[in-house]
């Protein structure tokens, strides 16, 4: 028993060291995919986008790059590591199926940076983004995986309200991904309509093409853009309603799930502030990649509060 112990605690100290990469991970993706892309650049809004007219094989990111593939590889020698840990002398379940849907999620993005170095292939940058918060969300549940036996708690079973607000986070993450993938972030910079428009118009369902590559940055007011712009944020207002009121629900319950209901809460109430504040503040890059981030840590509540 004592052995086995000590085996946990290793495979969840490695857990957490990649949960903390995986982190990382993500934020120098989208430093790299948003500041190339014009948000960090001298002349914003100017030069925001000008990285899909030039080719390939002219863009630079130096350090950023070399610390992106640093990482990303150390991360992916410590998930075969964990994998080793959960599966001999004999497997350790759920860890086990968690970390190897992990070292497999790293290895399918391993072989999508092929063709990640062409900005203007959505569909590409979209599964990179979702890509990230997956092993964000993955190493979490390795970690959930080998915490030590205590009380008793009965898994969650999540009820319709829920479930649609799940529904609800997942879509509007997925929408948020599209959007950045799309460099579509100047075709929508006022709250909280887009210019006077309110719904999204039959014009822009082009923009959800999955087969779309970016030649340029989509203006103001352009249908496709200002469309992903109007369903992310009606969404992410059903994702806050739905949600928060279930999690809510949660933090009164006698079960065992409130530490995990009261910060989803919070993070909610950061993720909408925060995209309020991206926008009001002409997108910002740093206020950007904390909008990220806090989607990733949101993502990684939701999985402790289902962890069984």
Not at 27 to 42: F, K
């Given at each position: 028993?004592?052995?086995n112990?000590a085996?946990l605690?290793?495979?969840r ?10 982190v ?13 892309a ?13 990285l899909l007219?030039?080719e ?7 350090p950023v ?5 640093l990482?990303?590889?150390?991360s ?5 590591i964990v994998?080793w840990l959960?599966l001999?002398p004999?497997?350790?379940q ?5 970390a190897?849907?992990?070292l497999l ?11 990640s ?6 569909a ?5 983004i ?14 959930l ?8 708690v ?13 529904g609800?986070?997942s ?10 993938a799309?460099h579509?972030a100047?075709?929508?910079?006022s709250?909280?309509?887009?210019g006077?428009?309110w719904?999204?118009?039959a ?9 779309l590559r970016q ?13 992903l712009h ?18 809510v ?11 995990a209901?009261?910060a ?5 109430v ?9 926008v009001?503040?002409?997108l ?8 990220g ?10 999985a ?5």
């Amino acid at each position: 028993m004592e052995d086995n112990a000590a085996r946990l605690r290793r495979i969840r100290s490695l857990a957490i060291a990649l949960t903390v990469l995986s982190v990382l991970v993500v934020l120098v993706s989208a430093l790299m995919r948003l500041d190339a892309a014009g948000l960090g650049c001298a002349d914003w809004p100017v030069c925001y986008g000008q990285l899909l007219g030039r080719e390939p094989q002219a863009l630079e990111f130096g350090p950023v790059r070399i610390l992106h593939r640093l990482v990303a590889s150390i991360s992916l020698v410590l998930a075969g590591i964990v994998v080793w840990l959960c599966l001999r002398p004999r497997p350790v379940q759920p860890a086990a199926t968690h970390a190897s849907l992990l070292l497999l999620l790293m290895l399918a993005l391993s072989v999508l940076g092929i063709w990640s170095s062409d900005p203007r292939q959505v569909a590409v940058g979209f599964l990179n983004i979702m890509g990230g918060l997956g092993l964000v969300t993955f190493s979490w549940r390795v970690v959930l995986a080998c915490r030590r036996p205590g009380p008793a708690v009965e898994a969650l079973h999540p009820d319709l309200l829920l479930r649609l607000g799940l529904g609800a986070l997942s879509l509007t993450v997925m929408l948020g991904a599209w959007l950045g993938a799309s460099h579509a972030a100047l075709a929508c910079t006022s709250l909280p309509g887009c210019g006077g428009v309110w719904w999204p118009a039959a014009a822009g369902l082009s923009a959800l093409d999955p087969f779309l590559r970016q030649v340029s940055a989509p203006p103001a007011g352009d249908p496709g853009g200002v469309l992903l712009h109007l369903l992310h944020r009606y969404l992410a207002l059903a994702a806050l309603v739905l949600l928060g009121t279930a999690a809510v629900r949660l933090v009164h319950d006698e079960g065992g799930q409130r530490q995990a209901a009261r910060a989803i809460l919070g993070l909610l109430v950061i993720e909408v502030a925060l995209g309020v504040l991206t926008v009001l503040s002409g997108l910002h890059l740093w206020l950007v990649l904390a909008h990220g981030l806090c989607a990733a840590a949101l993502l990684a509540s939701v999985a402790t509060l289902l962890r069984r």
